[in-house]
T-cell receptor, first 109, second 114 residues
Framework: DAKTTQPPSMDCAEGRAANLPCNHS???????VYWYRQIHSQGPQYIIH???NNETNEMASLIITEDRKSSTLILPHATLRDTAVYYC??????????FGKGTKLSVKP | DTAVSQTPKYLVTQMGNDKSIKCEQN?????MYWYKQDSKKFLKIMFS???????INETVPNRFSPKSPDKAHLNLHINSLELGDSAVYFC?????????????FGPGTRLTVL
């Protein structure tokens, strides 16, 4: 019952920007969007989150559309180590994170 | 200096057995979680404890029983293991309940039921 939709896979050339889209058309006005990633055989790792405004940290940038129905995670200079499954997440009814299938990003040399 | 640790990393057992997975966090967090990631890679929350009290209990068979002896530990005991229990189980912790941007995950325990 994930409330987000992401493409199943994407490729990106090393050193280029990776732009990962996410649709969350049913998001409510006070819900944040969270991004996590899972590198193969590891636990998920928090990347960034946002509500309305665009956000940037040392790992990535998050662009949220004005209607808040979609967002894009940007890795400005992708490296091979960024190969992972990226999850765009909103909260579930009990307040927990609901992970969908995510986008498998492959960064290629 | 591992933040969230789990033991064992791999667990292979027969159907019908009872097994436990242990989780410890040294971050001083108040809240701990158990997630299950199945063969299709869906990651679903099972339980959440805040200061040793259960706050989230998704629809999980009662063969699964979490136990929190103190707020740094959240163990998962599974009775009468079934083939469908085969999955990777992740423990996580966060400073407080509903800290969605601050969940730290352990390395996972791969459970295989034969």
């Amino acid at each position: 019952d994930a409330k987000t939709t992401q493409p199943p896979s994407m490729d990106c050339a090393e050193g280029r920007a990776a732009n990962l889209p996410c649709n969350h058309s049913t998001i409510s006005g006070n819900e944040y969007v969270y991004w996590y990633r899972q590198i193969h055989s590891q636990g998920p790792q928090y990347i960034i989150h946002g509500l309305k405004n665009n956000e940037t940290n040392e790992m990535a940038s998050l662009i949220i559309t004005e209607d808040r129905k979609s967002s894009t995670l940007i890795l400005p200079h992708a490296t091979l180590r960024d190969t992972a499954v990226y999850y765009c997440i909103v909260r579930g009814s009990q307040g927990n994170l609901i992970f969908g299938k995510g986008t498998k990003l492959s960064v290629k040399p | 200096d591992t933040a969230v640790s789990q033991t064992p990393k791999y667990l292979v057992t027969q159907m019908g057995n009872d097994k436990s997975i242990k989780c410890e966090q040294n971050l001083g967090h108040d809240t701990m979680y158990w997630y299950k990631q199945d063969s299709k890679k869906f990651l679903k929350i099972m339980f959440s404890y805040n200061n040793k009290e259960l706050i989230i209990n998704e629809t999980v068979p009662n063969r699964f029983s979490p136990k929190s002896p103190d707020k740094a530990h959240l163990n998962l005991h599974i009775n009468s293991l079934e083939l469908g229990d085969s999955a990777v189980y992740f423990c996580a912790s966060s400073p407080r309940a509903h800290s969605y941007n601050e969940q730290f995950f352990g390395p996972g325990t791969r459970l295989t039921v034969l």
